[in-house]
């Protein structure tokens, strides 16, 4: 189509015009706080001014400082692909090997992480996951401690069949809703986030205590100096974690239950949730499918000391017999897993190894490790003070805290060889960490959850007071496990 002058003249813009347009991009938080990472970065890029850290190291925590501003961020929207491909970029430009700068991408973590969105995927696909919800809820005469007890179990099914949280928060947040709805509750008051939160603590905390249950199991793991990596089986796991993360949950919906539970009845009566599990018909085919193969792959992720198939090869299985019975279609290759996040992963855990090449880690030990190693003498101080210290980081270390383990998990090393405190207690501390939250712009879970309800489950008083629960049902877990760790022998 041909334009005319006056189309042209009317496409050139004054500088009166222009004006409001970079009002509007100054104007923007986000994109305002990418502009103030970028000039961190470029100064220290640029100036180089860490004392003993080569030109490499000052490039590459330059080129990580961008990246997480655009994860933190989120300029227009962008991806995590995005931050992904400046990290990989960055890491190429500046002289590290693909070998290093995707690392990540080779790691039995991802391997597990790919098939388990997937399985995620075909929970939801087949309604498999919402029989089980309402299985559950069914079972109990509707009441608020029943209610909650009713999420702890659909959480700890439900994490045994996927890691994948997206997934369970996926099938749990709309039946949060749709309680919420039935029992005429005002959105956002203290019974529609009491339904609300503890619905979405039980997609994050029961399955963070076996190395399966969350993704954050395979995600540490890669996360574990190569020296460690053997200590990380999935029997370690959960001998270690199991116990902790059992209390956590539990200390947590039990302050919940005190601090935030209605005077008033719930107000539903029993046969609401009788009726929509009737409402979901016979169970189906592809439900009994779905079903056999990932308890079949759960049995085998928790006997692998008797037959030997790592967690990665039985998860792949698992994937390629949903491909052949054609639970997953061709068509759903693309879709069924979320390669942002697969991409997001694969680089987080990447981090470790850039950093050790780019001669970081190296810079950053001989600072961390008198300060740390010096309250490894007690365990409890020690422990304590990590698990704070990471809570802290998440302040400002938005993404879950991953450059900040990457950063710090070389440390396990000495603390392990020096003072004998297993990798997987001190992983306690990281876990926390990554599932913390105490406003919500913390918790990428729980912005997820937040959508999925449509803003209305809690408000972020709400959201405050079930993440000091968190926080008080962490500190408790740690002191009464430190006899359980010492009897088994993984601390002194």
């Not at 053997?230 to 959960?238: E, K, Q, S």
């Not at 499918?289 to 037959?307: D, K, N, P, Q, Y």
């Not at 942002?340 to 855990?349: L, R, S, T």
């Not at 496990?481 to 002194?492: D, F, L, Q, S």
Request: net charge positive; with cysteine; glycine share 8%.
């Amino acid at each position: 189509m041909m334009l005319n002058s006056k189309n042209v003249e009317q496409q050139i813009l004054t500088p009166s015009e222009i004006l409001p347009k970079r009002n509007f991009i100054l104007a923007n938080p986000k994109n305002i706080g990418v502009m103030i990472v970028v000039l961190i970065a470029l100064l220290i890029g640029i100036c180089k001014p860490l004392t003993g850290l080569p030109p490499i190291g000052h490039h590459i925590i330059a080129v990580v400082i961008i990246a997480l501003g655009l994860w933190i961020f989120k300029p227009n929207n962008v991806p995590f692909m995005a931050g992904c491909a400046f990290v990989v970029s960055g890491g190429l430009i500046f002289g590290l090997n693909y070998g290093v700068v995707a690392a990540g991408f080779v790691s039995s973590s991802v391997w597990i992480l790919i098939p388990a969105l997937y399985f995620g995927f075909v929970l939801q696909k087949t309604g498999l996951g919402k029989r089980i919800a309402y299985l559950v809820l069914k079972a109990f005469e509707p009441g608020w401690v029943t209610m909650a007890i009713s999420w702890f179990i659909i959480g700890v099914l439900l994490s045994a069949l996927t890691p994948s949280i997206t997934v369970r928060l996926a099938i749990v947040m709309p039946i949060a809703l749709g309680v919420i709805d039935a029992c005429k509750l005002k959105y956002n008051s203290k019974g529609s986030a009491f339904i609300a939160l503890i619905a979405f603590a039980m997609c994050l905390f029961p399955g963070t205590g076996w190395l399966t249950g969350s993704l954050s199991g395979p995600i540490m793991t890669g996360f574990l100096p190569p020296e460690l990596k053997p200590l990380a089986t999935f029997d370690n796991w959960f001998k270690i974690l199991a116990l902790p993360w059992f209390l956590v949950t539990v200390i947590y919906v039990a302050l919940v239950v005190v601090l935030m539970k209605p005077n008033e009845a719930i107000g539903i009566p029993r046969d609401t949730f009788k009726e929509e599990y009737k409402g979901l018909g016979p169970i189906s085919r592809d439900e009994i499918i779905t079903g056999i193969i990932l308890v079949a792959c759960l049995v085998l992720f928790t006997t692998e000391r008797i037959h030997g198939i790592p967690a990665a090869g039985a998860a792949l299985m698992a994937l390629v017999l949903l491909l052949v019975f054609g639970i997953i279609k061709p068509t759903e290759i693309g879709t069924g897993a979320n390669w942002d996040v697969i991409c997001f992963f694969g680089v987080a855990i990447s981090l470790s190894p850039i950093f050790l090449e780019a001669q970081v880690s190296a810079w950053l030990t001989p600072i961390l490790q008198p300060t740390i190693l010096s309250l490894a003498t007690n365990p409890l101080i020690f422990l304590l003070l990590v698990t704070i210290g990471m809570m802290l980081i998440r302040f400002i270390d938005v993404p879950w805290g991953f450059s900040t383990i990457a950063l710090t998990a070389v440390v396990l090393i000495p603390v392990f060889n020096q003072f004998g405190i297993h990798p997987l207690v001190v992983t306690f501390a990281y876990l926390v960490g990554i599932n913390f939250f105490l406003l919500s712009y913390q918790q990428p879970w729980m912005l997820m959850a937040e959508g999925i309800l449509q803003n209305k489950g809690w408000a972020a008083n709400h959201v405050f007071i079930a993440g000091l629960c968190f926080i008080i049902a962490a500190i408790a877990a740690i002191v009464i496990c430190m006899p359980y760790w010492r009897m088994i022998g993984v601390i002194p």
